[in-house]
């Protein structure tokens, strides 16, 4: 549930810089996805590519 939840508020933000600050700065913070930087990467680019088109 809190991954659809997570989803949602990242489309409803505005913009790329917006989207990857608050998976910065709570995602990765309150899962502690330090040791899963890999995965992470990935999914700041599948962000940046869905704000690129906007």
């Keep these: 549930m809190e991954y659809h939840a ?4 990242l489309d409803t933000l505005p913009d ?7 998976v910065r700065q709570e995602l990765a ?3 502690d ?5 890999e995965h992470v990467g990935k999914l700041l680019k599948l962000i940046e ?5 906007a």
């Design 6 to 9: 997570a989803i949602q508020h």
């Design 49 to 53: 590519r869905k704000f690129a088109g």
């Design 33 to 37: 996805w330090s040791r899963k930087e």
């Design 29 to 31: 913070t309150r899962h």
């Design 16 to 22: 790329a810089d917006t989207a990857l600050a608050y």
